[in-house]
């Protein structure tokens, strides 16, 4: 994600709206990623800018123009134009190394990440101790999202696969198809055909005990998830200590949950964040 050069398209007061919510305005954003303390966008330019603990340098994204974004624990990757992968940030565990070639999308995890390569196959870097880096040797995959020590994809019929750590059946996947898919810290969250929700993994806050409802999107984040119905509007469960999963009114395009934090993009593509503000993670420029 890009440091000094995304910046505001106009000018605007940012408010405290109540409680734990944090308003911001800012220019206009394509896609979000959320750290544990830190927040990265990407604008519409392509560019990235990122906010929140800087520490390690996790908020300075290699300067080029990028497609998306994926942010991890303390480090985040994304894909570049060419097709090739930029990492930054935390990198003990080789997280921030990607491999050469180019690729069609990549998430990063807690300490790892992976990346769809140009043949549909899957390349995962980063930590391994739970076999969260080790994909299946055959394949070929469409979607995939990096939990916090497991990792997720959809093959190219939507049927999840799972691998890593699978202490509470997060890399126990359903057989049912997805149309989307999205992997927490130890719980994951995806749609069915149908629009509703299916999840498994982690429960003891209510995480993976979706909402009925026909939803567009849905995030699953450290120990809360959040999604959008079909009518635009915002619904998160799970855990609440810092007012995550407390989002606000309005219609969205875009979510994401993070693990005290979450942001979620308006219809106009204006970013708001909500949740712990300790490192100033909500704090959209």
Known sequence: MKVSLFKPAVLCVSTILSVGLFAGCAEKVQQVGLGYDYTCALNNEGLVSCWGNAADGRTEAPTDVYSSISVGFSHGCGLQDSGRLACWGVGAEGQTSPPEGTCRAVSSGAEHSCAIQEDASMVCWGLDADFQASPPTEGSYSALSAGYFHTCALDLDGVATCWGENRFGAATAPETPFEHLSAGGGHNCGILEDGSLECWGRDEYGQATPPEGTFSAVSSGGE???????DG?????????????????????????????????????????????????LDVP
């Open 224 to 230: 809360h998830t959040c999604g959008i119905l079909s």
């Open 233 to 281: 509007s915002l619904q998160c469960w799970g855990r609440n200590t810092q007012g995550e999963a407390t989002p606000p009114e309005g219609v969205f395009a875009e979510v994401r949950a993070g693990y005290y934090h979450s942001c979620a993009l308006r219809e106009n593509e204006r970013l708001v964040c909500w949740g712990w503000n300790h490192m100033g993670q």
